[in-house]
């Protein structure tokens, strides 16, 4: 099982960047894919980017690729989301969220399997 608390969000103007972390606690992390969503106010929840627990393979959604990087640290049980050229649509609550363990490396998770979720932190775009 994995805890994830997500830190970082907060109100940038348009154009500029923030840093997404999400904390993990569990022993299974080191062996999960995790993957960032968000969700904007009366939108679903959408998939974001992921990265396989080895960190060697990322999956973008088409929104934000180019502008947004997925990383991850297994020595410190954290992962980020580097998000730069910041557009009013990315506004949303962001939400770390966790699959796995995994037995190969590369594997990214499909958007649907994502077990366990953090409570998500506010990112405001201003135009």
């Known amino acids: 099982q994995v805890q994830l608390v997500e830190s970082g969000g907060g109100l940038v103007q348009t154009g500029g960047s923030l840093r997404l972390s999400c904390a993990a606690s569990?022993?299974?992390?080191?062996?999960?894919?995790m993957g960032w969503f968000r969700q904007a106010p009366g939108k679903e929840r959408e998939f974001v980017a992921a990265?396989?627990?080895?960190?060697?393979?990322?999956i973008y959604a088409d929104s934000v690729k180019g502008r947004f990087t997925i990383s991850r640290d297994n020595a410190k049980n954290t992962v980020y989301l580097q998000m730069n050229s910041l557009k009013p649509e990315d506004t949303a609550v962001y939400y770390c969220?966790?699959?796995?363990?995994?037995?190969?490396?590369?594997?990214?998770?499909?958007?649907?399997?994502?077990?366990?979720w953090g409570q998500g932190t506010q990112v405001t775009v201003s135009s």
């Open positions: 569990g022993r299974t992390f080191s062996k999960s894919v």
């Open positions: 969220a966790a699959d796995g363990p995994h037995y190969y490396s590369d594997y990214v998770s499909p958007p649907g399997d994502y077990d366990y």
């Open positions: 990265v396989s627990w080895s960190g060697g393979s990322t």
